[in-house]
């Protein structure tokens, strides 16, 4: 029975590594993705930006325009005042040149603020092509690092898949479903007891339990957690070399 719990205890320990091993195998993909999301989505926000800033230009050349024809038509109108004949025609004519000025004010104004937003949009988009120019070379080192990681991860986790092949072939066919089943329940399936106390679940054991787990005579289950025990002094050697 010393030589199986040995073998248990080697197997979860190995269960243990590539947990871990698996856990970073799942956590790095989703590091690289979040990566690769932030440099899109700063793209994508740059994109936009431009979009924005090509409409204001759109907007402020329409503007330019027709601030050029009102300006033409209001110097068409003013000649036309000393050919008109009559009071009535000339008041409306005065009052269409008044309006038309109001217009080209209202219009120089709102050229003078798209000229203000084109400024502060671009310069915000160079802003942000700077940033993002540093934040691809980081990201590109930090993705580089992490891709190098999950291939020597994925070496180390063959290598362990290998060695828990070999300890399972020495464990009894009917003991490793049950350190299965208690590792699915509990996480740890064996666990080492010291002074008449479990340290998976830290309940006293009775002496005479006590007794049997240190001589190793029979595989003995805590009673309240249901795992595994054994005294680390009977088989801390067998575990470092299982």
Known sequence: MRDQIAALGALQQLDLEIKVIEEKLTKYPQEISRYEEDLENAKTSIAEARTELEQIRRNKKEMEHQLEENQSSIKKAEKRLFEIKTYREYEALQKEISETKMTNASLEDEILRFMEVTENLEKHISDKESELAEREEDSEKSITDYKAKIKDLEITHKNKQQEKEKIISVIDPDVLPLYEKIKTRNGIAIAPARNEVCTGCNMKIPPQLFNEVLTLSRMIQCPNCGR???????????????
């Open 228 to 242: 595994i025990l054994y005294c680390e002094e009977s088989i801390d050697g067998e575990l470092q070399t299982a």
